[in-house]
């Protein structure tokens, strides 16, 4: 049997995010994914080590290595669109799982089992990447307000409210700690 997962998977990179906003540097799925995978296992590392959780950090940076792997079919539906109206976002959910289990099926079906659980995570596991997911969005409009482009005032503000709204202490602590380096130059993180 050939399978075509991996190879649909690479195709991540093709997928530009932040669509309907310009953007001072243009992001992709995979690269996106890639730092969703970083921040999840961080805000994993900190439920564990300050706030005495016990969740398989590695677990929590493979989903988030794969969470919006079912883009590779649908494309990225823009926030404003997907969010505004509920009876859309539910649809889109419908979507996205249609696209998960037709990525599924591309798969030996041996390994079908393991990327499944990596696809559609235990909730502890799917909250922190959702997290991680929004906090890559908040450094995606810092960065971009950094660069002078206000397109992504509101965004900004929103997307901060949402990250507070969690309540989740290693949401906090990563905020407190860690995010104002983001709005610093290369030269100020001497």
Known sequence: MNSHFFAY???????QRWALMRNTA???????????????????????ERFGGQVDA???AVAALYHDASEILTGDMPTPIKYDNPA?????????????????????????????Q????????EALVKAADKLSAYIKCVEELKAGNN???????????ALEGYGLPEVAYFMETFLHSFSLTLDQLK
């Open 9 to 15: 998977i690479s195709r991540m990179r093709f997928i």
């Open 26 to 48: 243009p992001e992709n799925v995979q690269e996106h994914s890639h730092q969703v995978a970083v921040l999840a296992h961080a805000l994993a590392v900190v439920r564990n």
């Open 58 to 60: 590695g677990a929590v």
């Open 88 to 116: 859309i976002h539910k649809a889109y959910k419908e979507v996205e799982k249609v696209a998960e289990d037709k990525l599924l099926r591309l798969l030996p079906p041996d390994m079908q089992p393991v990327y499944k």
């Open 118 to 125: 990596v696809l559609r995570p235990d909730a502890e596991t």
């Open 151 to 161: 397109e992504f005032r509101d965004a900004a503000m929103q997307t901060r409210a």
